[in-house]
C-alpha cells in the first residue's frame, strides 16, 4: 500500500503517474481540500531560467515533459509559450550577467534589448533581457486534470496527518487524526507543511514558508505577453487570457501567518505597475490572495530519500516557489522511484541527503 500525504499538484501529478504504471493501491490523504496548499494561490508560469545549471537542466526536461503530457490530459491546461522579460533599466547587475552567460552556453536563447522595443511598455525604461523558453499555463485545469483521472481508482482520504510510522528501520504507515493507516511507502508531497509532518520521525528537513502575495487587476486589452519581471521593484506581472493582469510583488512574511494580504505591498504593487505599462492609467485591483513559497536553504527542490531514513519513505517538496510547473515531471520522476526503488539521474542533485553532506545547488532566481 502506497500513502500520498497531500492533494496538492504534486501529490496528484505522483498518483497519476502511478497509475500510468499500473499501481491502484494509492491512498491519498488531504487535510483540507484538492489543491487547497499553494497549488491553487500561484500564478502558473513557467520557465526554464534558473541560475545553478542543474536547475536548468531540471527546467528544461520539466518543461518539455509538461507541454507533452498537457496534449494528453482531461483539461486543456493551456501551456503557451509566451516568454518572460526582465527589465533591467541602466543595466544588468554582475549576477544577472552570469546568470545570462549560462543561459548561452546552454542554449536557450534569450537577448538583451532596449525595452523600448515592447510597446506595451512606457517608454524609457532602458535596457530589457527577453527568455523565449518560458510562458504560462493555468494551474487549476492541471490539478483537476490529475484529480479527475485518479479519483474513481485510488481512495482518498479526508484528514490531517499528525505522525508518521516506522519499525525495524521501514515506513509503516501514519496517522491520520488519531486512526493508523497502514502502508510500507509513504510519499510526502506535503508542501510548506512538509518539515513539519518529517519532525514526528526525527527527521529534519529544512523547508520553511514564506507567505507571498498576489493580485489581479479589472480587464484590459490583452498586451503583456510575457511575464515582465522589474528588477529593481521586485514586481513582476502578466496577462491572463480574460484580459487580467495578474501578478505580484517580492515581499515574503517567513512563518505559518494567516493568508492576508497587506495593503502596503498591493499598494506598490499597483503604482508601480500603471508607472510601467502604456495605457492603463487608473487600472484597479480586483482581488488579492497569499499562499506559501516552500523555501529550502538553496531555493532548489527536495526530492526522493535519504539512505539513513527509513525504507519506504520519500518526499517530494520544497520547490521554493516555482513547483506548479515541474509538478508533470516531478510526479513521473516520483512515481518511477517508488516502483524501481532507484532515484534517476535527473534528480540525483536534488536528494535530501544534500543537506547532510552540504552539496547544495544555490539557486538565487526566485521569482
Ligand atoms: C503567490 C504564489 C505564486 C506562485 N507562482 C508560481 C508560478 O508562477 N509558477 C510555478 O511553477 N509555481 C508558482 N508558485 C509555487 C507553486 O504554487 C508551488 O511550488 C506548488 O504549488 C507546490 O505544490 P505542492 O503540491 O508541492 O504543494 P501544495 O500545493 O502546497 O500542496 C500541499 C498539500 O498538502 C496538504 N497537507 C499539508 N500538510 C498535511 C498533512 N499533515 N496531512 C494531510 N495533508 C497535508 C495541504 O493541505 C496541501 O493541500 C507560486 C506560489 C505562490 C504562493
Same mark, same amino acid.
Given at each position: 500500500?502506497?500513502v500520498?500525504?497531500?492533494?496538492?499538484?504534486?501529490? $496528484?501529478?505522483?498518483?497519476?503517474?502511478?497509475?500510468?504504471?499500473?499501481?491502484?493501491?494509492?491512498?491519498?490523504?488531504?487535510?483540507?481540500?484538492?489543491?487547497?496548499?499553494?497549488?491553487?494561490?500561484?500564478? !502558473?508560469?513557467?520557465? @526554464?531560467?534558473?541560475?545553478?545549471?542543474?536547475?536548468?537542466e531540471?527546467?528544461?526536461k520539466?518543461?518539455?515533459?509538461?507541454?507533452?503530457?498537457? /496534449?494528453?490530459? /482531461?483539461?486543456?491546461?493551456?501551456?503557451?509559450?509566451?516568454?518572460?522579460?526582465?527589465?533591467? +533599466?541602466?543595466?544588468?547587475?554582475?549576477?544577472?550577467?552570469?546568470?545570462?552567460?549560462?543561459?548561452?552556453? #546552454?542554449?536557450?536563447?534569450?537577448?538583451?534589448?532596449?525595452?523600448?522595443?515592447?510597446?506595451?511598455?512606457?517608454?524609457? $525604461?532602458?535596457?530589457?533581457?527577453?527568455?523565449?523558453?518560458a510562458?504560462?499555463?493555468?494551474?487549476?485545469?492541471?490539478?483537476?486534470?490529475?484529480?479527475?483521472?485518479?479519483?474513481?481508482?485510488?481512495?482518498f482520504? !479526508?484528514?490531517?496527518?499528525t505522525?508518521?510510522?516506522?519499525?525495524?528501520?521501514?515506513?509503516?504507515?501514519?496517522?491520520?487524526?488519531?486512526?493508523?493507516?497502514?502502508a510500507?511507502?509513504?510519499?510526502?508531497?506535503?508542501?510548506?507543511?512538509?518539515?513539519?509532518?518529517?519532525?514526528?520521525?526525527?527527521? !529534519? *528537513?529544512?523547508?520553511?514558508? #514564506?507567505? /507571498? #502575495?498576489?493580485?489581479?487587476?479589472?480587464?484590459? /486589452?490583452?498586451?503583456?505577453?510575457?511575464?515582465? *519581471?522589474?528588477?529593481?521593484?521586485?514586481?513582476?506581472?502578466?496577462?491572463? $487570457?480574460?484580459?487580467?493582469?495578474?501578478?505580484?510583488?517580492?515581499?515574503?512574511?517567513?512563518?505559518?501567518? #494567516?493568508?492576508?494580504?497587506? &495593503?502596503?505591498?498591493?499598494?506598490?504593487?499597483?503604482?508601480?505597475?500603471?508607472?510601467?505599462v502604456?495605457?492603463?492609467?487608473g *487600472?484597479? &485591483?480586483?482581488? +488579492?490572495?497569499?499562499?506559501?513559497?516552500?523555501?529550502?536553504?538553496?531555493?532548489?527542490? @527536495?526530492?526522493?530519500f535519504?539512505?539513513?531514513?527509513?525504507?519506504?519513505?520519500? *518526499?517530494?517538496? +520544497?520547490?521554493?516557489?516555482?513547483?506548479?510547473?515541474m509538478?508533470?515531471?516531478?510526479?513521473?520522476?516520483?512515481?518511477?522511484?517508488?516502483?524501481?526503488?532507484k532515484i534517476?539521474?535527473?534528480?540525483?542533485?536534488?536528494?535530501?541527503e544534500?543537506?547532510?553532506?552540504?552539496?547544495?545547488?544555490e539557486?538565487?532566481?526566485?521569482?
Amino acid at each position: 500500500m502506497i500513502v500520498i500525504v497531500g492533494a496538492g499538484g504534486h501529490g $496528484l501529478s505522483a498518483a497519476y503517474h502511478l497509475l500510468k504504471r499500473g499501481v491502484k493501491n494509492v491512498v491519498i490523504i488531504e487535510a483540507k481540500r484538492v489543491g487547497y496548499g499553494s497549488s491553487s494561490r500561484n500564478i !502558473s508560469r513557467y520557465r @526554464v531560467y534558473f541560475n545553478d545549471k542543474k536547475n536548468v537542466e531540471f527546467a528544461r526536461k520539466a518543461m518539455e515533459f509538461f507541454s507533452k503530457e498537457s /496534449k494528453e490530459l /482531461k483539461f486543456n491546461t493551456m501551456f503557451m509559450r509566451t516568454g518572460y522579460l526582465w527589465i533591467l +533599466g541602466e543595466g544588468p547587475t554582475e549576477g544577472f550577467r552570469r546568470s545570462t552567460n549560462l543561459w548561452d552556453s #546552454e542554449g536557450l536563447g534569450g537577448k538583451y534589448l532596449d525595452c523600448n522595443n515592447f510597446n506595451f511598455l512606457k517608454e524609457g $525604461l532602458g535596457e530589457c533581457y527577453f527568455g523565449p523558453l518560458a510562458g504560462s499555463f493555468h494551474h487549476d485545469y492541471l490539478t483537476l486534470s490529475y484529480y479527475e483521472e485518479v479519483r474513481k481508482v485510488h481512495t482518498f482520504l !479526508s484528514g490531517e496527518v499528525t505522525q508518521l510510522l516506522s519499525s525495524g528501520g521501514k515506513v509503516k504507515g501514519v496517522v491520520v487524526e488519531g486512526r493508523q493507516v497502514q502502508a510500507d511507502t509513504v510519499l510526502i508531497t506535503a508542501g510548506a507543511w512538509t518539515s513539519r509532518l518529517l519532525s514526528s520521525l526525527g527527521l !529534519s *528537513i529544512p523547508i520553511v514558508p #514564506e507567505r /507571498k #502575495e498576489a493580485y489581479i487587476t479589472e480587464d484590459v /486589452k490583452f498586451k503583456v505577453k510575457p511575464l515582465v *519581471i522589474d528588477l529593481a521593484t521586485g514586481v513582476y506581472f502578466s496577462h491572463t $487570457l480574460k484580459g487580467e493582469i495578474i501578478g505580484g510583488i517580492d515581499r515574503g512574511v517567513q512563518g505559518f501567518v #494567516e493568508f492576508s494580504i497587506s &495593503l502596503d505591498n498591493m499598494l506598490a504593487y499597483l503604482k508601480r505597475l500603471r508607472h510601467l505599462v502604456r495605457g492603463i492609467e487608473g *487600472i484597479g &485591483l480586483m482581488r +488579492g490572495w497569499s499562499g506559501f513559497y516552500e523555501m529550502t536553504p538553496d531555493r532548489s527542490h @527536495v526530492m526522493g530519500f535519504d539512505p539513513q531514513w527509513p525504507e519506504g519513505l520519500f *518526499i517530494d517538496a +520544497g520547490y521554493s516557489g516555482h513547483g506548479m510547473m515541474m509538478s508533470p515531471l516531478s510526479g513521473e520522476i516520483m512515481a518511477k522511484m517508488i516502483v524501481d526503488g532507484k532515484i534517476d539521474g535527473l534528480a540525483q542533485p536534488f536528494t535530501p541527503e544534500r543537506f547532510r553532506t552540504h552539496k547544495l545547488l544555490e539557486e538565487n532566481m526566485v521569482i
